[in-house]
């Protein structure tokens, strides 16, 4: 089975806070994604990439930045959390040329 | 940008009914949808998918209609169980140049009753 590993569950980090949310997958898939979850809203495509040291702006990347140094790691960084960014994170990768997207568990963070 | 919306945020049904779960794309050009159950505390899972060039396709007690004229979206879900109870979600796949990005929808909440 595919194996879409984030780091942590929940997450609870003061203002100002650079945070580091890291998912790993076990499958060599090519494609890996940051979606982040909100009431109302569903799942909005953050920064999602294609291949190592690549990464392409999904559809709110402001505030974000991502890290792929190794195929099966994707890292989600805040900056300088706001408590606007305050939701549940979601990791997915996919093979290349195949659109099913596995997710993670999600990471629940809240900014206080 | 582009969006991809369901019609009702959430859907209450009897056990052993069947369920219709609905969708409205804005894409012409995506040529690639799924569905996806979310269950709570869990990530979205898989449950079906289909090809633009098809208008149905059957799982296991699921089915997914797809109205390309209308760019409308449906999932069947038959004999309804307990299990069945979650957020459900509908994608689009938007190929971005080097690889297809999925949209999703807002998610319709499916509630079984006993």
């Known amino acids: 089975d595919v194996k879409v590993t984030q780091s942590s569950r929940y997450l609870v980090k003061r203002t100002g806070e650079k945070v580091f949310l890291e998912c790993v997958q076990d499958?060599?898939?090519?494609?890996m994604f940051w979606y982040r979850q909100d009431p109302g809203l569903g799942l909005r495509l953050i920064y999602f990439s294609y291949d190592v040291k690549m990464k392409e702006k999904g559809d709110i990347p402001e505030g974000y930045s991502v890290s792929r140094e190794k195929k099966e790691r994707f890292s989600l960084i805040l900056e300088s959390a706001s408590t606007n960014q305050t939701s549940m994170y979601l990791c997915a990768s996919s093979f290349s040329g195949r659109r099913e997207a596995f997710f993670g568990q999600g990471t629940r963070l809240t900014v206080v | 940008g582009e969006s991809v919306g369901l019609h009702l945020p959430t859907l209450s049904v009897q056990e052993g009914d069947n369920s219709i779960i609905n969708c409205a794309y804005s894409n012409s050009a995506s040529d690639y949808f799924i569905w996806y159950k979310q269950e709570s505390g869990k990530g979205p899972q898989f449950i079906i998918d289909i090809r633009s060039n098809m208008d149905k396709r059957q799982g296991q007690r699921v089915t997914v209609l797809l109205n390309k004229t209308v760019k409308h979206l449906s999932l069947q879900i038959a004999a309804t169980q307990p299990g069945d109870s979650a957020v459900y979600f509908c994608?689009?796949?938007?190929?971005?140049?080097?690889?297809?990005?999925?949209?999703f929808g807002q998610g319709t909440t499916l509630q079984v009753k006993p």
């Open positions: 499958m060599d898939h090519e494609n």
């Open positions: 994608a689009e796949n938007i190929w971005d140049g080097n690889t297809g990005k999925l949209i």
